[in-house]
């Protein structure tokens, strides 16, 4: 059974930086491109960034250049480093892949 796990959320002042680790298993993680979403405070879940099975990446233009997301296939770990974080980055953060999704780690960014 594919499950995925998001740890490393926390709260941080507007500027700063975390790390979000997801953990996956269950399922042939190198075979899977993985991406992260998030949903903040009264608003739809949106889409932050993929990177495929072969290490390519892209991201929305609301993360460009502060967040970066790489993968560790012999750990079956995605990552996320987010780095300028300002209050708009606040949301829940989600590991997803195919028809999989993790709970979520909160980010909160504190002016």
């Known amino acids: 059974q594919a499950q995925l796990v998001e740890f490393g959320g926390g709260l941080v002042q507007a500027g700063g930086s975390l790390r979000l680790t997801c953990a996956a298993s269950?399922?042939?993680?190198?075979?899977?491109?993985m991406d992260w979403y998030r949903q903040a405070p009264g608003k739809q879940r949106e889409w932050v960034a993929v990177?495929?099975?072969?290490?390519?990446?892209r991201y929305a233009d609301s993360v460009k250049g502060r967040f970066t997301i790489s993968r560790d296939n012999s750990k079956s770990t995605v990552y996320l480093q987010m780095n300028s974080l300002n209050l708009e980055d606040t949301a829940v953060y989600y590991c997803h892949t195919a028809d999989f999704w993790g709970r979520g780690t909160q980010v909160t960014v504190s002016s």
């Open positions: 990177i495929t099975k072969g290490g390519s990446t």
């Open positions: 269950g399922f042939i993680f190198s075979v899977y491109n």
